[in-house]
């Protein structure tokens, strides 16, 4: 007789039933594991087995083999320890046959029998619901699982719990619902932002339209506070982006909030020191996300753009315009979702800027080449940002709240959802042009004609244009909203090279 366990893998963030067998017979006693791949998996040998000395069943000296089908999907990890174990307690007859028949375990086991979390539940748990399985999980593990509408989710914190649940000797502990966090809770506001008008009305329309921003000025001017206030002014994700946002973090062994499904759009702030595997995903067999994904629905803050690797920027390009990240490794190519929100920020020389600069011209675009010509023309937005004046530094009061912005663009946002089904930097450009005035179209045209925008450019300074209209409560996109659009992106032709920047004109 073969004992059978059922258990999930994941691939990426993709679900993959696996059905672990067991099975004992005559033969060179030993233990052998077959279908798994990678380290941990290789040494679920000894964990099981010395788990199972921990709850009072000794193997005997016979052949014990465990099969994890279908042999052809990555296995990696040590999350199939608590469905090997159980395959095994049902082939020695510890556990009843038929108690594995609606179970679904996840879990890794330690040494003295006690269930440990793993990554990647949340995806797992989610190709369960609806159906009449229930999934047994750690106690930490419980919370996440637990976000899926329609599933049973079980808490085991030991083996010895485990036989105990499956024999019916016990009944399973009650999980309750986690509650969602609140919004907003501890992000910084707007209105501690002093001065930077024409930087704050930026802001604005990239929280509005989702559009990538560029924030060039002086050292101390404000724009790291700037991009770090912007999720303050975003909308709170929905409970569908936010479940999607939850299982890039399970699967990356970020999910440990207790407190329920996070709707507060994220904000990653990598260091330009990292790895092209830290930013777009990585490491070995199958690749985890990276801060790109982990950005997902939120925003990607780029401090000191120019400090970054030429390379590394390159690689976000494709990024960028599909909303994807693949990732190949050895074992599975896999896909992350990475529609994100590019913030970043720049001094204009290696000095820093300002009246004071000693840069000669040769280092100032020796500087600003990390940045290419094709790169730059994704960006939609590039403020002024200047140095703050002492008036402004030492003026009493607070400026607009971050509140009074959201729901501004709120507002904006429910007219493109209303318009399209999605945000403007998403809309078709065909769609576009039908709601904007011939007069705002030529605008836009004149400044093709001038070599000041690309064809990229112009359907992007177009979609910026279109929030502006939103923002203002206009149905169609006037003049004066191309020209704001076009005020936004003068910026962008000083922050590449020559070379880029005739490409990208």
């Not at 330690?110 to 999934?135: E, I």
């Not at 494709?318 to 896909?335: I, Q, Y």
Request: proline share 7%; net charge neutral; charged share 20%.
């Amino acid at each position: 007789m073969v004992a059978r366990a059922s258990t999930v893998a994941v691939v990426g963030l993709e679900p993959v039933p696996v059905v672990v067998e067991a099975h004992v017979g005559a033969g060179l006693p030993g233990f052998s594991v077959i279908g798994s791949s990678g380290p941990a998996a290789g040494q679920a040998v000894h964990r099981v087995r010395t788990a199972l000395r921990a709850v009072g069943v000794t193997l005997a000296s016979r052949k014990f083999l465990v099969s994890l089908a279908p042999a052809d999907v990555p296995k990696v990890g040590a999350r199939f320890d608590l469905a090997m174990a159980s395959a095994i307690l049902a082939e020695e007859g510890a556990i009843p046959g038929d108690a594995l028949a609606r179970c679904v375990l996840l879990g890794e086991l330690s040494l003295d029998g006690a269930v440990r979390p793993v990554t990647g539940v949340l995806p797992a748990a989610s190709s369960l619901a609806g159906s009449d399985r229930r999934l047994l999980v750690a106690e930490e593990n419980v919370a996440e699982a637990a976000l899926v509408e329609d599933l049973e989710v079980v808490p085991v914190s030991a083996l010895a719990e485990l036989v105990h649940l499956l024999r019916g000797d016990q009944l399973p502990r009650p999980v309750s619902t986690p509650v969602g966090t609140s919004l907003g809770v501890g992000s910084p506001d707007l209105g501690d932002v002093r001065g930077q008008a024409e930087a704050r009305r930026a802001l604005e329309i990239a929280a509005a339209g989702g559009h990538h921003l560029l924030l060039l000025g002086p050292p101390g001017c404000g724009k790291s506070m700037l991009a770090h206030r912007l999720p303050s002014i975003l909308p709170p994700l929905s409970r569908a982006e936010a479940l999607e946002l939850a299982a890039v973090r399970s699967v990356a062994g970020l999910l440990s909030d207790p407190c329920g499904l996070d709707h507060r759009p994220p904000l990653r702030a990598p260091h330009h020191s990292m790895s092209a595997a830290a930013l777009l995903g990585g490491g070995s067999g199958v690749a985890r996300p990276g801060e790109l994904s982990l950005a997902h629905r939120g925003c990607l803050f780029l401090d000191e753009l120019f400090e970054w690797p030429r390379h590394l920027l390159e690689s976000l390009r494709e990024p960028l315009e599909e909303g994807l990240v693949r990732v190949a490794r050895s074992r599975a190519t896999v896909t992350y979702p990475a529609l994100v929100q590019v913030v970043a920020a720049a001094n204009p020389c290696p000095c820093g800027g300002g009246d004071r600069c000693s840069c000669s011209d040769d280092a100032i675009w020796a500087y600003r080449s990390r940045l290419s010509g094709p790169l730059a023309d994704r960006f939609d937005l590039a403020p002024n940002v200047s140095r703050l004046s002492a008036s402004s530094l030492l003026a009493g009061g607070e400026g607009e709240p971050s509140v009074a912005v959201a729901a501004r663009v709120i507002a904006a946002r429910e007219m493109a959802a209303e318009r399209w089904g999605t945000t403007n930097r998403e809309a078709r450009p065909f769609a576009l042009r039908a709601v904007t005035r011939p007069a705002a179209l030529r605008t836009l045209a004149d400044a093709v004609e001038a070599g000041e925008l690309t064809g990229r450019g112009f359907d992007r300074a177009l979609r910026v244009a279109r929030t502006c209209a939103d923002l203002e409560g206009s149905e169609l996109v006037e003049p004066h909203h191309a020209f704001e659009a076009l005020a936004h992106r003068m910026q962008l032709r000083a922050c590449a090279a020559p070379t880029a920047v005739e490409v990208a004109g």
